[in-house]
């Protein structure tokens, strides 16, 4: 009986220790291209090819403009593409340990699939995606998001000089980029 509870303290502890260490593992960003290459296939939705063509692929870009610059101005910021204040909305893992950052990262891939869905360091190998639909692995233990209207509303929110009022379903229909039902 003492064999028995010592296994179940054990086993207890071990489980709380994977899912403390979960918690606290740091996940790297591989960037938009090291996504592309799963999520460009007609199979798979191109959900890289959609993300392409929304503004959020250019809002690095953007930061460049000169509305941007003026804006920027008015707030007694010299270079929108520099500003912490503007980069934390407009690029991909800004502000994180460049040590997380990988080798297809790129700054002016701007808000890139790890925005919304986190960084892809573990979640990207092709097994853990499949056990992850299988529902065999939590997907936030490998870093996964699964982003809803909070995850939005981080950036789309009235901190921004450009704001208007966020509709998510509405704006949700401009970047959906689902992967599509099996027949």
């Known amino acids: 009986m003492k064999l028995l509870k010592l296994s179940f303290v054990l086993a207890l502890s071990l489980l709380f220790a994977t899912e403390v260490m979960a918690q606290d593992k740091q996940f790297g960003y591989v960037g938009a291209k090291g996504c592309k290459t799963c999520h460009n296939t007609k199979k798979q939705g191109r959900q890289y090819k959609i993300w392409l063509k929304t503004k959020h692929a250019q809002a690095y870009k953007t930061l460049a403009s000169e509305e941007a610059k003026a804006i920027a101005k008015k707030k007694g910021i010299e270079d929108p593409q520099k500003a912490d ?99």
Do not use: R, W
């Open 85 to 183: 204040e503007c980069l934390q909305c407009h690029v991909t893992g800004h502000g994180v340990d460049a040590k997380l950052l990988g080798k297809k990262y790129s700054i002016e891939e701007g808000v890139s699939c790890e925005s919304c869905h986190g960084p892809g360091s573990v979640y990207k190998k092709k097994k853990t995606m499949i056990a992850i639909s299988k529902g065999e692995i939590d997907p936030a233990s490998v870093g996964l998001v699964i982003p809803d209207e909070k995850t939005c509303k981080k950036c789309h929110n009235e901190k921004s000089p450009t704001y208007k009022e966020f509709d998510f379903d509405k704006y949700y229909e401009k970047i959906k980029h689902e992967k599509p039902k099996k027949s």
